[in-house]
């Protein structure tokens, strides 16, 4: 399938940058974006874009990762016991879901026909205010499909890289809600004293988002907190999530990429380029 035809080719034609609907759509987003950090486009996806990549994700949940560590802290990483066991790298949560990952989603497939597609990363770098964006160079975790059955999870959590977008290929009957604090950390502080108060229940920074299947999501979750509330339908809440960077070469912690998708490849032996100094 053509990209053209994986998306809203009319209302979004990312390949004619200079067409009122292109300048129409980067306005729309920058301003989600600046507000919080999150924006969405409703019905991004065409209907048969939606039913091929749903048809992949489905075709391939039986492979999905599900960790045997449940129990996760907010970095997604080891606890430390130099903090205190209030402190947030201590506090540790359900982390239930699964993965399929980028290495199950190759060449050919319609997924991977999108995000690789020249005019989708040019008009994310426009809705960014950037020159370029890159793929992020992780091949185990740079597109994956998240699946959450009935009552699975995901906790509290940053992720690696700067940006990502999603597309619900399947929304929960009940529950399955993505939840996120807009920039609750930013490059050079934790906001340790900020994040406790979600970790202990405060409401009054989280939003809800509420999305259809065929919808695309534009996040920048290295900032934002965020979670997956537990799935209370009977079929499976399945999200494709498609991610870029600002810098060539950046690819994920190896104990983190190990826990969360069970596998690495060799660029996880190699000397890691991250983007800054966060616990991650
Ligand atoms: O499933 C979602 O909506 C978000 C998943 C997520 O946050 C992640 O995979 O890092
Ligand atoms: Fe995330």
Avoid at 25 to 53: E, M, Y
């Amino acid at each position: 399938m053509l990209p053209q035809d994986i998306i809203d080719h009319q209302r979004l034609p990312l390949d004619q940058p200079d067409s009122p609907a292109y300048h129409q759509a980067v306005k729309t987003v920058k301003a989600g974006l600046q507000a919080d950090g999150c924006c969405v486009i409703k019905n991004f996806l065409s209907p048969a874009g939606l039913q091929a990549i749903l048809k992949e994700a489905e075709d391939r949940k039986c492979q999905a990762y599900y960790a045997p560590k449940k129990r996760c802290n907010i970095y997604l990483g080891e606890g430390n016991p130099d903090e205190p066991d209030d402190h947030p790298q201590n506090i540790f949560m359900d982390r239930t879901n699964g993965f399929i990952t980028a290495d199950l989603l190759g060449e050919g497939t319609v997924a991977h026909n999108l995000y690789y597609w020249p005019p989708l990363r040019q008009f994310l770098a426009d809705c960014l205010s950037k020159t370029e964006l890159f793929i992020y160079a992780d091949p185990i975790s740079n597109m994956i499909v998240n699946v959450a059955q009935r009552g699975q999870q995901f906790n509290w959590h940053y992720d690696t890289n700067e940006f990502t977008i999603t597309f619900l290929l399947r929304a929960a009957q009940a529950g399955g809600h993505f939840e996120y604090v807009p920039n609750l950390r930013n490059r050079d502080d934790e906001c340790i004293n900020e994040v406790k108060k979600v970790l202990a229940g405060d409401r009054t920074r989280v939003k809800r988002l509420s999305l259809t299947a065929g919808d695309l999501q534009f996040f920048l979750g290295r900032y934002s907190l965020h979670q997956v509330t537990p799935n209370q339908g009977h079929s499976e809440r399945l999200l494709l999530i498609q991610s870029f960077c600002e810098n060539k070469g950046i690819s994920g912690n190896p104990t983190r990429v190990k826990g969360l998708y069970g596998k690495t490849a060799p660029v996880h032996e190699q000397v890691r380029i991250t983007s800054d100094n966060l616990l991650d």
